[in-house]
């Protein structure tokens, strides 16, 4: 059911439904600001193969779905994505059995994930050796815990390829065949590889490599999308966090915050931090009812600021889930997960709101990596009952 059919179901007027993300569309008075003067900012395409690239404040749609993707601040320490060759911080790494690497940059019969034809043609080699030193490849150091990933595909066939990690154990390879994908692991060495090696890993003999777009971010413990210098200026790139908002009383949201939010999508769920998917807030983080993914664990959860808290469910990495979120005004927010069993939350503000976020909270923090399907925002409070049959009609 689309999103655009709840109002009918619920009785309740098309004027007083207000959808902010639908269709692959960020609707006003929503809007998205998103600082990346040292960056591009990248997102899947529509057919979920090629890459989309994207300026500061504009909302990235990603893959088929077209789901709005919202991520928090990250850097790619790697200064030139795209570059392999000589100078450009790779490293040719042989020994024992194995060849030099054959390093062709700009290969023109075969465009790169963003439609260039940049991408660097590596033809890897370990010979007949058997030991984890006989290797073929390209090494880099980069931070010591990073999240790093580089897109590769084959020129014909396939080929099992060790991409990312430090380590020469057989549980870190990597099978490739002629679609161009994201390969890499989060890692606690300092080494960035595209190799073939020996020594019972599991690598092919021989890989004959289109790679492009290589990342590693810093500290964290997954991936984000592949950031991008400006063009023409190779230099360490961050992109900042999305931030996407409302004004409350442009949806007709009184002070006391009373209304509904009803959201579907998908999202990361972190193993290090509490992550903010939806707030309404004052314009600080002192006044707020935040629905938030608990670190470690995948709760979904309902808190206010002077209240007690609730959860709904618990939500897994990049699986589909539904989520509506109702607030009385009078201090009690109801939170429903996919039409389940109602978690109320109470004692909470009733009044002083003034904004509804998506993906963070009010100073850009606890940023959620999260793809929104669709979000509505309704004048009022539902009822238990109404809000579990407004959650169960939303699309995935």
């Not at 309740?12 to 990346?36: M, Y």
């Not at 004959?208 to 810093?218: F, H």
């Not at 950031?227 to 009383?249: E, F, H, K, M, Y």
């Not at 939806?278 to 206010?304: C, E, K, M």
Request: proline share 4%; charged share 10%.
């Amino acid at each position: 059911m689309s999103t655009s059919a709840l109002p009918a179901l619920l009785g309740i007027s098309g004027d007083a439904a207000r959808r902010l993300v639908s269709g692959g569309a960020l609707l006003a008075p929503a809007t998205l600001a998103r600082a990346q003067v040292t960056s591009r900012a990248t997102a899947l395409g529509a057919d979920n193969a090629t890459l989309q690239v994207f300026g500061a404040d504009q909302p990235r749609f990603a893959g088929a779905a077209r789901r709005l993707l919202t991520e928090g601040q990250r850097t790619n320490e790697i200064t030139d994505p795209v570059a392999f060759g000589a100078g450009s911080g790779w490293s040719s790494i042989f020994s024992g059995t194995g060849a030099a690497p054959v390093i062709t940059p700009n290969y023109g019969a075969i465009a790169a994930p963003d439609g260039s034809f940049t991408a660097t043609r590596l033809q890897l080699d370990k010979g007949a050796g058997t030991l984890s030193t006989d290797r073929s490849g390209l090494s880099r150091t980069t931070t010591t815990t990073a999240a790093r990933f580089v897109w590769a595909r084959t020129l014909a066939g396939t080929a099992t390829v060790q991409i990312g990690t430090s380590s020469v154990t057989p549980g870190v390879q990597s099978s490739l065949d002629t679609t161009w994908r994201r390969f890499g692991v989060s890692d606690g060495g300092g080494t960035h590889r595209i190799m073939v090696l020996g020594g019972g890993s599991g690598t092919s003999t021989t890989a004959d490599l289109l790679v492009w777009g290589a990342s590693s971010e810093a500290g964290v413990g997954f991936a984000s999308s592949l950031i991008l210098p400006p063009a023409g200026s190779p230099q360490s790139s961050t992109r900042g966090a999305d931030l996407v908002s409302a004004p409350l009383a442009a949806l007709g949201v009184g002070g006391n915050g009373a209304c509904t939010l009803l959201w579907s999508g998908a999202m990361q769920v972190a193993a290090g931090a509490v992550t903010a998917l939806l707030q309404l807030d004052d314009g600080t983080n002192a006044l707020r009812w935040v629905v938030d993914n608990l670190a470690g664990n995948g709760s979904i959860r309902i808190i206010g600021t002077t209240g007690t808290a609730a959860v709904a469910g618990t939500a897994a990495s990049w699986v589909s889930f539904r989520l509506g979120l109702a607030v009385d005004g009078a201090g009690r927010a109801a939170l429903c997960m996919n039409g389940g069993a109602i978690a109320a939350a109470t004692g909470g503000p009733t009044a002083g709101f003034t904004t509804v976020r998506l993906g963070t909270n009010a100073t850009g923090g606890s940023a959620a990596f999260a793809e929104t399907a669709a979000l509505q925002v309704i004048p009022f409070a539902l009822s238990d009952a109404a809000l579990q049959a407004a959650v169960a009609g939303l699309p995935a």
